[in-house]
Every structure is written in structure tokens, then in C-alpha cells.
């Protein structure tokens, strides 16, 4: 309602949109350049890299743009390859892999290429062990299998009203021709300028994104997105049936399976508050 009040302009937001995403091609440029001088500088025998992505941008999906802080497909799912000793060529992960599974691949990573190597003042190794919420992908790891995850995020937003445009509890501004800091520039006259939001703090969510090990069309409950908002509303899609998400099934779903998804969201939520990385000394 912030951006509407506010005289957006529906042209120039796509316009913004059209450039943006040339921009973003134009960056990888750069970025295919930079990890080539990366390779070139490392000693590839013994350097493990992880190469990964931010979350995917909107540009139009859902109509929205320019923006990732969503629980959907084009936003969660980003690319993950890793490479290094442990990590034999061509081989690949089936389950589901998390970005909660970097840090213990690279502490995983860690020990086994400096073990038994790297001795203290009295000639033993110290030790140590980290607790995560994910899990290493170092081929013959400990590896348990999922069926689910938990995607949170908290919206952002202004403290008090700010201008016409930023209001409180959202996070948007005016952008002009100045947006881009180099050329070439944003196409919009001198002069001109429209609202644009990006998130605000109801956009507030905790989401269980399901994807069973057997996906069959006889199981509605195994391929799904359910989300839940402060605000009471929530969203359900059958990725079986809405693989891109247009139609939020949420109210055509029966009471007592609306109240095994908001039950199984409560539960997962308190487990995972019971856990915490604790850093232990191994002597």
C-alpha cells in the first residue's frame, strides 16, 4: 500500500527491472573472470573450493522484482559445487544439500588434510569437535538423509514514517536517474522518480519446504512449501500439482491437515532452539 500511495510508476519499474537484470548478466562477467584468476593463483592438489550463490532474484515472479527475501523456488534454490582432494571429479550429492552444510564441510575439510600434521609444544594433536545444525558433504562423512527443512527470515524495516515514499515498518525509497553509479545510467528523465519497496516487517515467515526421498503423485503431502506469517496468514503450495507456485492452497486444505502442518512447524521450531554450536576442546 506504501509503494501504491505513493505514485508508483508501473513503467519505470519496469524499466528498472529490464536494466537491472542486464546489469546482473553484465556483472558475471567479471566474476567468470575473477575466479579464474582465483584458480590460476591456487595450488589446486591441496585447496578445497566451495563455490555457491546468494539467494535468487525476483525480477517480475509474483510481481515482484529486484529483490530475494521470499520462501519460493526461484529464490531458495541456488548452485553448490565443491572441488578439492576429497571431493572425487564428476561425483554429486542426491538428497537435499543446505547452506547450513558449508561450515561443517570446510571444518571437515580442516581436520582431515591437517590431521596428525600439525603437532603441539609436548609433540600430540589437539582435537576438536563443533556441533552444527547441517552436516558435512565430505564423500564418507556422516550424512543422514532429509525429507524437510526450515526456511525463517525476518522482514526489515523503518522505525517512523520518513518520507512519502518510506513509511514505518517498510523499507522503500525513490530512485531517479543517480541509481546506478556508472553507465550507463538509469533511463528515466531527469528529474523523475518512483517508489520502490523492498521488503517490510511483515514480511516476516517461518516455512517448512518438504521433498520426500519417494515423490509420487498418490502422496500430496510429499513435495510442499508451507509457510506461516506473525500475521496469521499462511501459504501452502503442492509442488506436485503447482510446481511454480501460483495458486496458495492454504484454505483448500482440510482443518485437521492445517493443524498437523502448524503443529509440525511449532515442533521443529523448539528443536531447533534446543540446539546450539557448542565449541568443545577435545585434550
Not at 553484465?26 to 566451495?50: E, M
Not at 594433536?125 to 532429509?146: C, K, M, N, W
Not at 526421498?213 to 510442499?224: G, K, R, V
Not at 486444505?253 to 576442546?281: D, H, S, W
Request: with cysteine.
Amino acid at each position: 500500500e506504501t509503494c501504491k500511495s505513493s505514485g508508483i510508476n508501473a513503467e519505470y519499474g519496469e524499466l528498472y527491472n529490464n536494466q537491472g537484470w542486464q546489469r546482473r548478466l553484465s556483472s558475471l562477467q567479471t566474476i567468470d573472470k575473477g575466479f579464474l584468476r582465483i584458480l590460476k593463483s591456487v595450488n589446486q592438489a591441496n585447496t578445497t573450493i566451495v563455490f555457491t550463490s546468494d539467494n535468487g532474484f525476483l525480477f517480475g515472479q509474483f510481481g515482484m522484482f529486484m529483490d530475494k527475501r521470499q520462501p519460493y523456488e526461484v529464490t531458495i534454490r541456488v548452485p553448490m559445487f565443491v572441488s578439492g582432494p576429497l571431493f572425487p571429479k564428476g561425483t554429486s550429492v542426491g538428497g537435499i544439500v543446505l547452506n547450513i552444510d558449508i561450515a561443517p564441510t570446510v571444518v571437515d575439510v580442516a581436520k582431515q588434510l591437517t590431521e596428525d600434521k600439525t603437532p603441539d609444544e609436548e609433540g600430540g594433536i589437539h582435537g576438536y569437535e563443533l556441533a552444527f545444525d547441517g552436516q558435512s558433504l565430505v564423500p564418507g562423512s556422516t550424512q543422514q538423509s532429509r525429507s524437510s527443512f526450515v526456511i525463517e527470515y525476518n522482514g526489515e524495516g523503518n522505525d517512523q514514517d520518513k518520507d512519502d515514499c518510506s513509511r514505518k515498518d517498510m523499507r522503500c525509497w525513490y530512485k531517479d536517474s543517480t541509481v546506478w553509479a556508472t553507465p550507463p545510467h538509469f533511463d528515466i528523465p531527469k528529474g523523475e522518480k518512483f517508489c520502490f519497496c523492498e521488503d517490510s516487517r511483515n514480511n516476516t515467515f517461518i516455512c517448512e519446504r518438504r521433498i520426500s526421498a519417494q515423490l509420487t503423485l498418490e502422496d500430496d503431502f510429499s513435495d510442499f512449501l508451507h509457510c506461516h506469517f506473525p500475521s496469521g496468514f499462511s501459504e501452502f503450495y503442492d509442488l506436485h500439482q503447482d510446481p511454480f507456485q501460483e495458486k496458495n492452497g492454504w484454505g483448500d486444505l482440510p482443518e485437521e491437515v492445517r493443524f498437523e502442518l502448524m503443529g509440525r512447524r511449532r515442533r521443529r521450531r523448539r528443536r531447533r532452539r534446543r540446539r546450539r554450536a557448542n565449541y568443545i576442546l577435545v585434550e
